[in-house]
């Protein structure tokens, strides 16, 4: 009988072949004590742990074949700067000679401490570098019980391999093209999961948090996964087999089309230019944005240079990283957030602003831009690393989660300071565009006052949805109510968009909703010329642009407008798309 599981869809593409179960670790840590006699060497046997996990992974950075995606070496990068961060390499040494206790037992404790602390964390794609870490311990707990770390198929007799695991590490996926893996799934992992990255950019057919697919399969079983719906069939009928083969085949022809687009203008059926910008993290994105075509980018998040580390980074480190990225942008604009940290996000050398574990609204209290307010002599520190990368090409300044008018007008005053301190020291510095996000629905309803202020504005979809609608996205017990089509948030798009372009004010989204494209025509028709996204999701939005009037558009979504139940959605913003 077929089995029918729903879970994320990370990669897009339909694959069909037999499985092969991951069986790797153990759920079982050994506890023991350790004379006192003994604890120097318990210590001498972690360290040597930490250290053949450091060379494995170097190894594993060093063997990234040179079609890989750039995340690939970014997220081993990541792991490597987990495996030097004290709370891996030492902290579990303090806490086995403490209670005189095994190696294995120590970093369990602190494992157990550390997921603790991400699971508090409010911002889905930072609470997802949980897996991250867990991942780093296990090669730990692997070297210190004599485990192999290494992912091998060497009985595995098919070439349309498809892996069923609980969790799969970026590591991982170094070996992928050369054991003929055509998909995977995962029990665990979020939409921000490096995993669901990963399956993204490898461009591999996946999905993820599955939750038990692993117990109900069987080893060389034929399975399906749709990494379109992110659906898995175990054992499909002919039927099905036959249905979904088909719909293989139109998927590939339809992206080797989308492919011939790469270098096509994002121009309108009726000539208007709209600009496709990429979402960045790192230098190593930026390739990915010119294969694609990207005009540029339109969000480069800051935040993660600040975390992972025992200081803050200097003015020179921060300049260093962002003249490399502006440099390699060829003359395309790039517009950098200042960071977004806050008090579920604090880095370690930021714990005096922490507010306490117990705060009953962290999402609430001293986060974007407040934090930065608070302490300004970070907030002009970034500012005069990214003036001074300015002086190399085209930059943009944005301030995160704005919500009124002082604020902004805060902003301005350090920014001025920021110039004012680079002159005053000689620096070459340039000029940057400066704008802030609306993610916050005060900032929205008031935008017309703060675009008075500033030259451009970015909607950040993903928490604007999330705070209209009082809903947290990674918590299951209401995520199905995260509805980014709901009238509340499309007329609140509409509002921010439609006042921006009668001031004649750059405006553009930045969230989820730019690379969706059962979005693109709805958010045409209110107006919006400029979308950043995924790279991945870049071609796709394009040929929706490409096949689109907006002066029929304007019209069109009228009747989406006027509705105000949010069970009708949906279905009205399917009739849009199904328009010729």
């Known amino acids: 009988m077929s089995i029918v599981l729903h879970g994320v869809a990370a990669g897009k593409g339909i694959a069909i072949g037999h499985a092969h179960l991951v069986t790797r670790g153990t759920s079982e840590v050994p506890q023991y004590d350790i004379p006192p006699e003994n604890i120097p060497a318990e210590a001498a046997r972690f360290d040597a742990a930490v250290k053949a996990t450091r060379k494995e992974l170097e190894q594993l950075r060093n063997a990234i074949p040179e079609n890989a995606p750039t995340e690939l070496g970014a997220f081993i990068s990541l792991h490597l700067m987990l495996l030097t961060d004290v709370t891996l390499s030492r902290e579990p040494i303090d806490i086995l000679k403490e209670q005189g206790i095994n190696a294995e037992w120590a970093l369990k404790q602190q494992s157990d401490k550390l997921s603790a602390q991400f699971d508090s964390i409010e911002d889905a794609y930072l609470r997802e570098r949980k897996q991250d870490m867990l991942q780093v311990v296990q090669r730990i707990h692997n070297h210190l019980v004599g485990q ?31 054991q003929h893996i055509t998909a995977f799934v995962t029990d665990i992992g979020g939409p921000t999961s490096h ?64 492919n011939k687009l790469k270098k096509t203008a994002a121009t309108t059926a009726d000539g208007v230019s709209i600009e496709l910008a990429a979402n960045i993290e790192s230098v190593e994105d930026i390739k990915a944005m010119h294969n694609f075509g990207a005009d540029g980018v339109g969000l480069f998040r800051s935040e993660f240079l600040y975390l992972n580390r025992d200081t803050m980074p200097s003015e020179d480190e921060q300049y260093e990283v962002y003249s490399a990225i502006v440099k390699k942008m060829k003359g395309k604009r ?31 209290g001293l986060t974007g831009i407040r934090l930065c307010l608070a302490e300004p002599v970070m907030f002009r520190t970034q500012m005069r690393a990214i003036l001074r990368a300015a002086a190399h090409g085209p930059v943009r300044m944005m301030w995160p ?56 504005i970015s909607i950040g979809t993903n928490d604007l949805i999330q705070y ?18 709901h009238p509340a948030v499309l007329k609140m798009v509409q509002h921010v968009i439609r006042t921006a372009n009668r001031m004649e004010k750059s405006v553009s989204i930045c969230g989820e909703m730019a690379g969706d494209t059962a979005f693109t025509r709805l958010l045409l028709g209110m107006g919006l010329r400029r979308f950043s996204m995924n790279t991945n999701n870049l071609l796709a939005v394009k040929n929706i642009v490409l096949h689109s009037d907006t002066t029929k558009l304007e019209n069109d979504i009228a009747k989406i407008m006027r509705n105000e139940d949010p069970e009708k959605s949906d279905k009205l913003l399917k009739a849009l798309n199904s328009m010729d």
């Open 334 to 364: 790039i517009t950098i957030r200042t960071v977004d940290l806050g008090v579920d996000k604090n880095p370690r050398w930021f714990g005096q602003n922490a507010t306490p574990n117990g705060s009953l609204n962290p999402a609430l």
């Open 401 to 456: 989660m704005i919500t009124s008018l002082p604020e902004v007008r805060q902003c301005l005053i350090h920014l001025d300071t920021a110039r004012k301190q680079l002159s005053e020291r000689g620096e070459t510095f340039g000029d940057v565009g400066v704008g802030c996000m609306i993610e916050i629905p005060a900032a929205a309803m008031t935008v017309g006052s703060i675009l008075k202020l500033v030259d451009f």
């Open 148 to 178: 192999s770390n290494e992912l091998t198929l060497v009985n595995n007799p098919f070439e349309d391999t498809i892996l069923i695991a609980h969790d799969l590490s970026p590591a991982d996926t170094v070996l992928f093209k050369e």
């Open 468 to 485: 209209v609608l009082s809903v947290d996205r990674g918590d299951d017990a209401v995520s199905h109510l995260y509805q980014p089509s």
């Open 195 to 258: 995993t669901a990255i990963l399956g993204r950019s490898l461009d591999t057919p996946s999905v993820i948090g599955l939750h038990n697919a692993r117990k109900l399969i069987t080893e060389n079983e034929v399975v399906i996964v749709d990494g379109i719906n992110g659906v898995l069939i175990i054992a499909p009928d002919d039927v099905v087999l036959n249905e979904y083969r088909r719909l293989a085949r139109e998927y590939r022809s339809h992206k080797r089309e989308l």
